[in-house]
């Protein structure tokens, strides 16, 4: 029979551990997402955590995966900004993103609008959110502002005031949603946001198809949480029992979640040994059997502000924590990349010349594949070369229909300045002053005179009068009039000339090279529920990528080596149909895919003893600055036992940087 005092003392120590995860996150401005396991979850352990968040200056909000599913992530977000919990809430509403924006009101007073303004600035918040926020606070209130929000969340188009139009909340729209809403929070002056997710076991027991949809969601979060324009100061815990993890469709049986989240067998069981700690990505919330009283005793550790001159160590740390690759200072953490090296300035040289090249790069989970992706995007914005990346997710949204996944392309990529702008946000910059709208229109009118495939979408974002029209060209160089509708030939051709279009803008206005353009996540080609006939419209849309027809572009397929057989296998018979199709586009150069598909890949190959000991070795250094504690005198021999028997880099650092973690909270 459990001990109630134990079970009390242990998960004061899990919320004392999360709550250092929170204070991390908030000096890194990064997002995490982390599993917490126990055989019952009660209430009242979930309202000690969000009451911790809350203390520390979070927004919390609790959401039952029974009824809102990470497969449909926009009801999801809905259930999140309604059910907000704030602290100090002085209005009459206590709850729910209006009753932030009221409090917001209520402080800055006739401040409201300017202040928010410069906090969005701040904040690097854009889009529908930023939009509806400002009419709210500035024009709307009582039941108006009630509703608007409402339809809003709902997935209603919005029209605001001045007849700009919201891009409604949908299933394609969500996942940017989360990342401005975490902003929008900040912007109101929260420190972040804990989003708990509690009966996540439910994800097990969801339809194939929507459990697959589910986990490519988890792993998008997972995976591009710390993006520059991703979400921040953010912690998401899946709070479920282990039938989350163990029974059938559980997250076990995914290889790519499993190798981000519950590490190799080794990493796993630590988790359940020893004290809870920070930022470990499973965390029993129950004490495991043999605990004793006695070493739960004593004051559990406080969780600590972390000094400034630490914050850029500890969020590449925090990275290797969950088995991810830093996204800033990643040469400190590469190894054996030399042969990789090489080969992209190959490609680049080639690519340079008027040409264009598409290069596959194949690698296991957990192999590095990802770290590979990010030290091409990094080689790449060295060169002045614009970067696209589109992971391959519902291909009914993404890869097979380019009139739907430009608008995705544009908001996930970046451009090669100072703050690793995205292609919108340098449109927003063009747009900001009379001099820059005058440089905007004289690009567009000489590609509008060009003979170049973006002519004509350069034609259709050009004025009916003299002055540009801000709202008329963000429509149209944001795909935002484009991504509600089919893929019918014409819709097609219009995505793939404006995408001609912006590197065209780009070389002019930011004088840069041709773009590398990076399609990741490949394998869900064939995940549950995908048929030939999406796989074939996927293809489709590929060979246009493909084709050459971007010049001076690279384009990187990346894709797991069994994937890439499977898809060699079928993709003779699937490219013969779309040639026999009316409604192929000659852009859509089936041919070259073909012939491209059959092209040596860029194998990410199994590192061996010594890579894989320099490799522990760097990610130890990285978390001894982090935390700044010292270096053991035995290092080279525990470094050394870490590493051994691993099978992927990403179990390395996994190991070497929990136990960082686990020694710096333990010395406390």
């Not at 990094?378 to 009139?403: H, I, M, T, W, Y």
């Not at 690793?420 to 440089?439: F, H, K, N, Y």
């Not at 990528?545 to 384009?555: F, Q, T």
């Not at 525990?638 to 929990?658: D, H, I, M």
Request: charged letters at 30%; a negative charge; proline letters at 4%.
């Amino acid at each position: 029979m459990a001990d109630p005092s134990l079970d009390a003392a242990w998960r004061r120590h899990v919320v004392a551990a999360r709550g250092q995860s929170l204070e991390d996150a908030a000096a890194t401005e990064t997002a995490s997402v982390a599993v917490l396991l126990g055989s019952e979850v009660d209430d009242a352990l979930l309202a000690e955590l969000e009451a911790d968040a809350q203390s520390r200056g979070f927004a919390t909000a609790t959401v039952s995966l029974a009824e809102h599913s990470l497969h449909r992530l926009d009801d999801l977000l809905s259930a999140a900004a309604a059910g907000l919990r704030l602290y100090d809430v002085r209005g009459s509403r206590k709850h729910g993103l209006l009753a932030a924006l009221e409090a917001f009101a209520a402080e800055h007073g006739e401040d409201t609008e300017a202040r928010f303004e410069e906090f969005a600035d701040a904040e690097a918040l854009h889009g529908a959110l930023r939009g509806l926020a400002q009419e709210i606070l500035g024009h709307l209130g009582g039941r108006t502002a009630s509703r608007r929000v409402s339809a809003f969340f709902a997935g209603e188009p919005i029209t605001l005031g001045d007849d700009t139009e919201l891009r409604a909340l949908s299933s394609r729209t969500a996942k940017n949603g989360m990342n401005q809403l975490t902003r929008l929070l900040r912007a109101l002056g929260y420190r972040g946001f804990r989003l708990i997710l509690r009966d996540a076991e439910a994800l097990a027991g969801l339809t194939r198809v929507q459990r697959e949809i589910a986990y490519t969601v988890l792993r998008e979060l997972i995976d591009n949480a710390d993006g520059h324009r991703g979400m921040m100061r953010t912690e998401i815990l899946l709070v479920g029992t282990p039938a989350l993890v163990n029974r059938v469709g559980g997250l076990r049986s995914h290889p790519a979640l499993a190798s981000r989240l519950l590490g190799d067998a080794r990493v796993e069981a630590e988790a359940d040994i020893g004290l809870p700690q920070p930022h470990r990505t499973v965390q029993w919330i129950d004490p495991p059997e043999g605990t004793r009283p006695e070493e739960l005793e004593g004051e559990v550790p406080p969780a600590e502000p972390v000094p400034d001159n630490r914050a850029a160590a500890l969020s590449a740390h925090l990275r290797l924590v969950r088995g991810l690759p830093p996204v800033a200072g990643l040469d400190a953490i590469s190894v054996g990349m030399e042969e990789l090296d090489a080969e992209l300035g190959r490609l680049f040289e080639h690519a340079t010349q008027d040409s264009s090249v598409f290069a596959i790069l194949s690698g296991d989970y957990g192999a590095g594949k990802t770290h590979r992706i990010l030290h091409l995007e990094s080689r790449a914005l060295a060169e002045k070369r614009p970067v696209f990346r589109l992971s391959v997710e519902r291909l009914d949204e993404d890869l097979g229909n380019p009139q739907r996944h430009l608008r995705r392309l544009l908001e996930s990529g970046s451009v090669p300045d100072r703050h690793r702008s995205g292609p919108l946000e340098r449109l927003e910059v063009w747009l900001a002053s009379a001099a820059g709208q005058r440089r905007l229109q004289e690009a567009l009118e000489a590609i509008a005179g060009l003979d170049v495939p973006g002519a004509k979408a350069a034609r259709r974002a050009l004025p009916a009068g003299e002055a540009l029209d801000p709202d008329h060209v963000r429509r149209v160089l944001g795909a935002l009039d484009l991504e509600g509708k089919p893929g019918a030939p014409t819709y097609r051709r219009d995505a793939y000339a404006r995408l001609h279009l912006w590197v065209e803008l780009l070389a002019r206005l930011e004088d840069t090279d041709g773009p590398l353009i990076v399609l990741d996540e490949a394998e869900n080609l064939f995940r549950a529920g995908v048929s030939r006939a999406e796989r074939r419209t996927a293809l489709r849309s590929l060979s246009f990528y493909a084709s050459g027809w971007l010049e001076r572009s690279v384009v990187v397929l990346a894709v797991t080596p069994d994937t890439l057989a499977v898809l060699r296998s079928e993709a003779k018979a699937l490219l013969d149909q779309i040639d026999g199709q009316a409604t192929h586009l000659p852009e859509e150069d089936v041919a070259m895919l073909r012939r491209r598909l059959r092209t040596k890949p860029l194998a990410v190959t199994r590192m061996g003893r010594p890579e894989l000991e320099e490799l522990a070795d760097r990610a130890y250094q990285i978390g001894c600055k982090a935390r700044g504690i010292r270096r053991e005198r035995s290092r080279e021999e525990l470094l050394g036992e870490l590493a051994q028997g691993a099978r992927t880099p990403r179990e390395v650092v996994q190991r070497v940087a929990q136990h960082v973690e686990a020694r710096a909270w333990t010395e406390r």
